[in-house]
């Protein structure tokens, strides 16, 4: 079965420090894909990143980068140079391909960025 | 701009209630899922739609059921609200396709039974 650990329930941390989100996954697929979901105090999850389990080259928008080891299942997400607007639940999710368009998802990690 | 509207984002309950949640997306999209949100165990699937008129078991269906007789509307149904279904309910939806696609969320419901 497919299982997403986010460990960090909650961060803080002081504007324009990095951060980095954690997210560790179990799957028996050979084939899955990965996301990173931001959810603002408005409710709505916002689509951020996937990534298919085959391409792991790390990838960077802007402040944002993520960082996918397949040796330690793991994809990670940096935020560089924090902005009080980041402040956000972030959730990592994982969809096997047989499964569909089903996805699991972790626990969620609360980002507070103060000023 | 593409959107899924949820019919509520706040209601109170009784226990013993029939509760109706509504959802409708306009993006002409094939997927409808429906997700509970809990502190700490993150989104959950309840149910979720491939096409009108079908519906699948999530990981934790018991005490709901769901009905899709529109593509554009999938709407959640507890039978007799009970406390421990005091949470939040995240409606969303995606294109059918091979590749797992991004899911476009509602903005959710929060649903206290007392």
């Known amino acids: 079965a497919q299982k997403v650990t986010q460990a960090q329930t909650e961060i803080s941390v002081v504007e324009k420090e990095d951060v980095t989100l954690d997210c560790v996954y179990e799957?028996?697929?050979?084939?899955?894909?990965l996301f990173w979901y931001k959810q603002p105090p408005s409710g709505e999850l916002v689509f951020l990143i996937r990534r298919n389990s085959f391409d792991e080259q790390n990838e960077i928008s802007g402040r944002y980068s993520w960082n996918f080891q397949k040796s330690t299942s793991s994809f990670n997400f940096t935020i560089t140079a924090s902005q009080v607007v980041d402040s956000a639940v972030y959730f990592c999710a994982l969809s096997e391909a047989g499964a569909g368009n089903m996805l699991t998802f972790g626990g969620g990690t609360r980002l507070m960025v103060k000023p | 701009d593409v959107k899924v509207t949820q019919s509520s984002r706040y209601l109170v309950k009784r226990t013993g209630e029939k509760v109706f949640l509504e959802c409708v997306q306009d993006m002409d999209h094939e997927n409808m899922f429906w997700y509970r949100q809990d502190p700490g165990l993150g989104l959950r699937l309840i149910y979720f739609?491939?096409?009108?008129?079908?519906?699948e078991k999530g990981d934790i269906p018991e005490g709901y059921s769901v009905s899709r007789e529109k593509k554009e509307r999938f709407s959640l149904i507890l039978e007799s609200a009970s406390t421990n279904q005091t949470s939040m309910y995240l409606c969303?939806?995606?294109?059918?396709?091979?590749?797992?696609?991004?899911?476009?969320f509602g903005e959710g419901s929060r649903l206290t039974v007392l």
């Open positions: 739609s491939y096409d009108v008129k079908m519906k």
């Open positions: 969303a939806s995606s294109l059918l396709g091979t590749v797992t696609g991004e899911l476009f």
């Open positions: 799957t028996r697929d050979t084939t899955y894909y």
